[in-house]
């Protein structure tokens, strides 16, 4: 590289020197940067000031000094005189006659990186001719002649100017073209309507926020660019015109995004409004962790339980889960026997979600997202619902091919089991079919819908259905349900919008944020130390990890436990918070990571808002309990 770009100097050297004209470029600071062999020769200059780096004041004061300027009675005021003029990089022209009697014009123009250029000619022949038209012209009137003159001097001050204009333009297309690649790397859609609102400008994003929207889009109308969404703004855009500064946001049905749109009119002070400066930006991730923001400020409860009540429950239905869990993964049972055990952990595993509200009803819920088959969600759901639905309700699971999400299974279950005993009211005495439905909208949402085939909302239950403690029951009801849904679909980011079908029958529709989970990692097995006091609890976790594929150690307690840390071939630690009389699980894994060890877990059914689950979790990730076997996975799997 360095060869190539000598050589590229070079080359360029060779070019400057066949100029029959003096050239100097001089830096920001005045110093020389680039001149050619004729700068030097015209001049007479040292080859010191002809040298890159020389300094424009030492090159004057040697003109100066030798006359090039005629005689000055003060060398160094003229020195400064021409230095500060020079200091001012305005562009110039001008035509002088040097001491020698030579004649040469000056044409300098201000370079956009700082400096100027100055091109020398030599126009000695011109002014000889000059000088010999007016004496060989003796019929020519004075004023002609002097109007001659000064039309030959316009037109080489015109030809500088001209010069000067093209690198103006030249300035000018450059900073369009850095602008346009500024505004078209911006997340953002940027563009500017005429009063006719027709597009004059634009940095080619609009179909980036607006999926399904042309590209291309100067000199098409408003109309034609943006098609429904133009009845959504127009109000807007008139209100613009009027002289109105405005910031809106509204949703794009199309895709489900929600847009934030900045108008200001184009307009110099207070002349007249020519048109319309556009920016429009997808804020959807915003709004939705807005909204969640919202929603968790609104959740201030003063319901308590006690720890006590909440970890004791807790166990019993980890007992549960666990026994229920060995008997759903045999093989010889009756399926009617099946569906009985499936429907039990349905139901302790919703008593756990239950427990986990109640406990967090003081404080803020932690959102727990894991991957989820949603396809297997929704089967279970209609299986746990089953028992609850009279024989001549049905219900319907249709779901799109969606892979693997990232979603709180707790939250959406509880929430959609809500929706399907609502429905079930509603055709209390008639019968009909409840149909849950989900679906991608775009890469922003996913959309789960749930109808019913009854008389559907009324006017008072769409305007306040989502109000706590409305209810259209009277006595039967308590008016949490919807209200329970709102506010666990609004923590996680989401929406919920009802409505009555055209052909009868309610609709719910929920919208979570769609994100998909990443692909999961297969792994051996490692030799696993658990550590429970609970004799029924520990057989059962023991039997999940088997399960899983891992070899189990046990111990009751703290100390039994720091006993068998140096077993060789330990991978993981699992141990429960509570551990009796003595120290706590989180000592032992405190005393663990001392070791070195990296793989600790620990479970617990304390609520969250308990003191001591809260430090652990401060530290080391916590597994709630009850769990299931697929909950104990995705936890393992997930460990930092």
């Not at 360029?12 to 005045?30: R, T, V, W």
């Amino acid at each position: 590289m360095a060869v190539q770009e000598e050589t590229r100097i070079k080359l360029m050297g060779a070019g400057l020197n066949m100029i029959q004209q003096a050239l100097s470029i001089f830096d920001s600071d005045l110093r020389l940067s680039v001149s050619n062999r004729r700068y030097q020769t015209m001049f007479d200059l040292p080859d010191a000031l002809a040298q890159p780096g020389a300094a424009f004041e030492d090159t004057i004061r040697y003109l100066v000094t030798r006359g090039e300027y005629g005689a000055v009675e003060d060398i160094e005021d003229a020195v400064r005189i021409r230095v500060e003029a020079a200091r001012a990089f305005v562009p110039h022209y001008m035509e002088r006659e040097r001491a020698n009697g030579r004649w040469i014009s000056v044409e300098g123009a201000p370079l956009p990186q700082g400096g100027w250029v100055t091109v020398y000619t030599d126009i000695t022949e011109v002014k000889l001719q000059e000088r010999l038209l007016q004496a060989h012209s003796e019929e020519l009137t004075s004023e002609v002649l002097a109007h001659a003159e000064r039309l030959a001097q316009t037109n080489r001050a015109l030809a500088a100017s001209n010069a000067a204009l093209e690198q103006a333009k030249r300035e000018l297309t450059e900073m369009e073209a850095r602008t346009r690649l500024t505004t078209e790397m911006m997340p953002a859609h940027i563009a500017h309507l005429d009063r006719e609102l027709r597009y004059t400008f634009s940095n080619r994003r609009l179909s980036s926020v607006f999926p399904g929207l042309p590209q291309n889009i100067v000199g098409l109308s408003a109309r034609e660019a943006l098609g429904a969404v133009f009845d959504q703004i127009n109000p807007w855009l008139e209100r613009v015109l009027e002289g109105e500064n405005l910031v809106q946001e509204f949703t794009h049905e199309e895709s489900g995004r929600r847009i934030r749109l900045a108008l200001t009119p184009d307009r110099l002070g207070t002349g007249p409004i020519n048109g319309i400066y556009v920016m429009s930006m997808d804020v959807t991730e915003e709004a939705q962790a807005r909204a969640a923001l919202a929603q968790t400020r609104k959740r201030e409860l003063a319901a308590q339980l006690s720890s006590g009540l909440a970890h004791d429950f807790g166990n019993l239905l980890t007992i549960i889960l666990g026994l229920q869990g060995q008997l759903a993964r045999r093989t010889d049972l009756p399926e009617q026997i099946l569906q009985a055990v499936q429907s039990t952990i349905a139901a302790a595993r919703r008593g756990g979600v239950l427990l986990e509200r109640i406990a967090t009803m003081s404080g803020a819920r932690e959102m727990r997202l894991q991957p989820t088959d949603l396809a297997a969600l929704l089967g279970d759901l209609q299986l746990m619902a089953g028992p609850a639905l009279p024989p001549d309700i049905a219900v319907h699971v249709s779901i799109d091919d969606l892979p693997s999400l990232m979603l709180d299974q707790g939250v959406l279950q509880d929430s959609l089991l809500n929706l399907i005993l609502n429905a079930r009211d509603a055709l209390a005495g008639r019968g009909g079919e409840i149909s849950v439905s989900a679906r991608k909208l775009g890469d922003t949402w996913l959309e789960l819908t749930v109808t019913d085939t009854g008389t559907g909302f009324s006017e008072a239950a769409l305007n306040r259905a989502m109000d706590p403690f409305f209810t259209t029951k009277g006595s039967a009801g308590t008016g949490l349900g919807l209200a329970m849904v709102y506010d666990q679909i609004t923590l996680s980011g989401g929406t919920v919008r009802l409505g009555n079908r055209a052909q009868g029958g309610a609709e719910v529709t929920l919208r979570l944020p769609y994100k998909p989970a990443a692909p999961r990692s297969e792994s051996a097995g490692g030799m696993v130390l658990l550590v429970e006091d609970t004799d029924a609890i520990r057989e059962s976790v023991r039997q999940m990890l088997r399960d899983l594929g891992h070899s189990v150690i046990e111990a009751a307690s703290h100390d039994e436990a720091l006993s068998l840390l140096d077993l060789p071939g330990l991978d993981l630690v699992l141990s429960d918070i509570n551990l009796g009389n003595g120290a706590s699980g989180l000592d032992l894994l405190r005393a663990c990571r001392a070791r070195g060890m990296t793989r600790l877990h620990l479970m617990t059914a304390l609520p969250a808002t308990d003191s001591l689950h809260a430090d652990a979790r401060a530290e080391f990730p916590v597994l709630p309990k009850p769990f299931t076997l697929n909950d104990l996975r995705i936890a393992l799997e997930t460990m930092p």
